[in-house]
């Protein structure tokens, strides 16, 4: 039962991360690129190790799954953050057709 | 299991191409750090697999090194040094 559960989170996580890769292709700019990979992949990858800290039983692997699923939960939207900040101040510009810049409207003040 | 590798080999190689093919040097650093969480989670599939738990160790400190290498790259292209 719980096999089949790990199994079923594993293929799901998997389904999250092919998700985020083709926001990562098809989307025109690079903060749509940044919102919609970081948080597909991110949420795909902790699915991911959570199925195979189910599926392979009390042991090392489960432990240090665990730990890894953590240390992504806090890394990853902390290194989308900084991207996010550097390619603002680097000078790339939004898309043509976005709609709002509440970034560059703080900034402007 | 052949299915979850090919769908990992998929995002890989979506991101390999978005190394390649982007345009700015943000895009890039996007697709650097997407691809080293992909990675990640290519270490923890394969620790199931073999049974083997070095593997996830593999993949704990691959997280940390692209978690840092990121960090260096947003600096870098926010055009500040690492101190400040």
């Known amino acids: ?109 | 299991m052949t299915a979850f590798f090919l769908g990992l080999f998929a995002c890989c190689f979506m991101c390999l191409f978005r190394i390649g093919r982007g345009p700015s040097a943000p895009d890039r650093t996007v697709a650097i750090d997407i691809l080293g969480i992909v990675i990640v989670g290519f270490c923890g599939l394969m620790g199931l697999v073999t049974g083997k738990d070095f593997y996830l160790n593999v993949g704990l400190a691959w997280a940390l090194l692209s978690f840092i290498g990121t960090i260096a790259l947003a600096k870098f292209l926010e055009g500040r040094s690492f101190d400040d």
């Open chain 1, 1 to 109: 039962m719980i096999d089949i559960f790990g199994k079923l989170l594993i293929a799901v996580g998997i389904l999250f991360n092919i998700f985020g890769c083709i926001g990562l292709v098809r989307f025109p700019d690079v903060y749509n690129r940044l919102q919609a990979s970081t948080k597909c992949v991110t949420l795909g990858t902790i699915m991911l190790l959570a199925g195979v800290a189910m599926t392979s039983g009390s042991g090392p692997i489960c432990a240090k799954a665990v730990i890894c699923a953590v240390f992504i939960l806090i890394t990853a939207p902390t290194a989308a953050h900084a991207i996010a900040k550097g390619s603002y101040a680097s000078g790339v510009k939004l898309w043509e057709q976005s709609v709002v810049d509440k970034y560059g409207e703080d900034k402007k003040d």
